[in-house]
């Protein structure tokens, strides 16, 4: 699978019903967690002061991403995206050198 840096930037539509913004949240929080358990969210990360989310995301490539995976999140009609594919630096204390 492919990493990805995603920027998330969710803008509730002005007159939307509270409890719609509830809801969406609510199912939110669910489908994050059935997309970290399935691998496809690996770290999240909001900057503090800030309405966005940063975050690591992973998928075979950025047609999936879009499609399968940030397609499914309830805010994701809300929401503008940066997407930045990425891979490995050789000087990544993270790793052994793979660069996949």
Known sequence: ?????VELTTTVPEGTDPSEVDGRRAAEAVRA????TSGHLVRLWRPVGELRSVGVWRAADETELHEKVLGTLPLRPWMTLLVIPLQAHPNDPGTTGNTT
């Open 1 to 5: 699978m492919k990493e990805f840096l």
């Open 33 to 36: 967690k059935e997309l970290a």
